[in-house]
């Protein structure tokens, strides 16, 4: 069975650094999307992506953030300058354009430790 | 704005049913009532999801009320591995490819 696959599967940072967590979606899903989780917190959504554009940001994802696929398959997410509260875990996750998919599969995560 | 309300946790012995209800009393008719769970720490994992009629899968069934402001999601013969975070999501048709919203869950233990 298909699946998203994320890496790494953890990555430690020291504060101002650039992070880079990658991801490879499903083959022929179009839509994409990363979401977070601190710990003890809820899962939440942080931006999607159709088209080679952004289809929607949260608040969270701000300038620091920014998403590319620079491939035809992967999907990558871009931390300029990490800071202490940007350790969670990311969550890729990607969706089959269709009106009788309605699931989104998530990816196993990438844990992000700041220091 | 919290669009469904769960209880916090519950526990469940392993073979019996597990019922997990979830009020969403102020659902539009557009919006459906999805049902994610996830196991300790991975990816949050599809499981069900229905608009008016009770909808059945290989893994859960789901129970919506004639007037749609509640549901229960049923798993069936409950093992070791269903411990998990239980999420009910309510979300419009119309964004089908949108993101989801994760509230905080149903925390459910299934014991031996």
């Known amino acids: 069975e298909p699946e998203v696959t994320q890496t790494p599967s953890h990555q430690v940072t020291q504060m101002g650094q650039e992070v880079i967590l990658r991801c490879v979606p499903i083959s022929n899903h179009l839509y994409f999307y990363w979401y977070r989780q601190i710990l003890g917190q809820k899962v939440e959504f942080l931006v999607s992506?159709?088209?080679?554009?952004?289809?929607?940001k949260s608040e969270i994802f701000d300038d620091q953030f920014s998403v590319e696929r620079p491939d035809g398959s992967n999907f990558t997410l871009k931390i300029r300058s990490t800071k202490l509260e940007d350790s969670a875990m990311y969550f890729c996750?990607?969706?089959?354009?269709?009106?009788?998919?309605?699931?989104?599969?998530f990816g196993p995560g990438t844990r992000l430790t700041v220091t | 704005d919290a669009k469904t309300t769960q209880p916090p946790s519950m526990d469940c012995a392993e073979g019996r049913a597990a019922n997990l209800p979830c009020n969403h009393s102020t659902i539009s008719g557009n919006e459906y009532v999805y049902w994610y769970r996830q196991i300790h720490s991975q990816g949050p994992q599809y499981i069900i999801h229905?608009?008016?009629n009770n909808e059945t899968n290989e893994m859960a069934s789901l129970i919506i009320t004639e007037d749609r402001k509640s549901s229960t999601l049923i798993l069936p013969h409950a093992t070791l591995r269903d411990t998990a975070v239980y999420y009910c999501?309510?979300?419009?048709?119309?964004?089908?490819?949108?993101?989801?919203?994760f509230g905080a869950g149903t925390q459910v233990v299934v014991t031996p």
């Open positions: 992506f159709y088209n080679n554009e952004i289809s929607e």
């Open positions: 999501i309510v979300r419009p048709l119309t964004d089908s490819w949108g993101k989801f919203q």
């Open positions: 996750a990607s969706h089959r354009r269709s009106v009788h998919s309605y699931e989104q599969y």
């Open positions: 229905g608009l008016k």
